[in-house]
């Protein structure tokens, strides 16, 4: 027998969700057919992938690992399937692309690399710097598209925006910590804890606003910029965070666990996505960058991806990606 691509897709979903019954509920399937899945892949691999716990599942070392390569399979399958009908050979050109630190290291470059597999007449040229700077450097016409957290845009007159994928936000903690023994915790509970508080990519801004909007605040012991400081100092057990489940990762540099536990109250995700100016005319080699984005993302094509400030720039081109009616 050998590994099946519903085996990699349900362990994904499960090792995201965190619950093998919510994961079911978006696969729409039965709670014993993502179990018996897993314990499939599992046995195929002679290793475990997923520790049951009383609040759901959390990712093993080796599950960690396979984890990154059962979403590179997923992805290249998709575009696979969704294949446009135009070669990438025929697009040529330049593509100025902005991009934030968040973005930078956690999600655009597994996609950028398949982009130029199959468009290798096309150049990627990359410039990171903060969310403001890449907005006026699109409203001035010196980027052509961004890659950001389109959560935190601020000139929606000038620049419009579409998302690519929502991230939720989670505790992360240490598997000794108190806040573990409960399946979801309120913020209440997390603000009489010592707190790590993120810093990068407006991620403090971002904490603060629906910190201030339960009327409360973090027990902030140390503010920092670095990710890997944060995720260190959590699975340390000095302090706990509030992350997204992008840049999540079950174990710490030193190889030390962390676990996370669902929010019940109102915490908004992150959101990636897309922005550009709404007074340019975007080239073939940038309409196809926009689209192999949301081919490889969302698996779905222009018209189509979930969009803010969607349809109020210039009339578009016809893309080169044609979706077929049964997608």
Request: hydrophobic share 45%; aromatic share 6%.
């Amino acid at each position: 027998m050998s590994v099946s691509l519903k085996q990699i897709r349900y362990f994904v979903a499960a090792a995201e969700a965190g619950r093998i019954g919510q994961a079911a509920v978006a696969l729409n399937v039965s709670q014993s057919a993502v179990t018996a899945a897993i314990q499939q892949l599992e046995a195929l691999l002679g290793t475990r992938l997923l520790e049951r716990t009383p609040s759901g599942v959390t990712v093993t070392l080796e599950g960690s690992r396979f984890l990154s390569q059962g979403r590179h399979i997923l992805a290249a399958v998709a575009e696979a399937v969704h294949s446009p009908h135009v070669s990438g050979d025929a697009i040529t050109g330049k593509v100025r692309v902005g991009v934030t630190y968040t973005v930078a290291g956690y999600f655009l470059p597994r996609h950028q690399m398949r982009f130029q597999a199959n468009f290798p007449g096309v150049t990627i040229e990359l410039f990171e710097a903060p969310r403001d700077v890449l907005e006026q450097a699109l409203a001035d016409g010196v980027l052509d598209i961004a890659v950001l957290l389109v959560s935190n845009l601020r000139d929606e007159a000038r620049i419009a925006s579409e998302i690519l994928t929502r991230s939720p936000r989670r505790l992360w903690l240490a598997p000794g910590h108190p806040l573990t023994s409960a399946e979801r915790v309120r913020l209440a509970d997390i603000a009489q804890h010592p707190y790590v508080m993120l810093t990068v990519d407006e991620a403090k801004h971002t904490a603060m606003r629906y910190w201030s909007a339960a009327d409360l605040e973090p027990r902030t012991i140390f503010r920092t910029s670095s990710v890997e400081a944060v995720r260190s100092m959590v699975a340390g057990g000095m302090g706990i965070t509030v992350l997204s489940e992008l840049i999540y990762r079950p174990w710490s540099l030193e190889g030390q666990r962390i676990e996370t536990r669902i929010i019940e109250d109102e915490v908004p995700s992150m959101d990636v996505g897309l922005a550009w100016s709404r007074e340019a005319e975007l080239g073939s080699a940038t309409e196809a960058f926009r689209n192999f984005l949301r081919f490889a993302v969302t698996g779905v094509g222009a018209g189509r991806a979930g969009a803010a400030g969607e349809g109020a720039g210039p009339a578009r081109k016809p893309s080169v990606f044609q979706m077929s009616p049964s997608v």
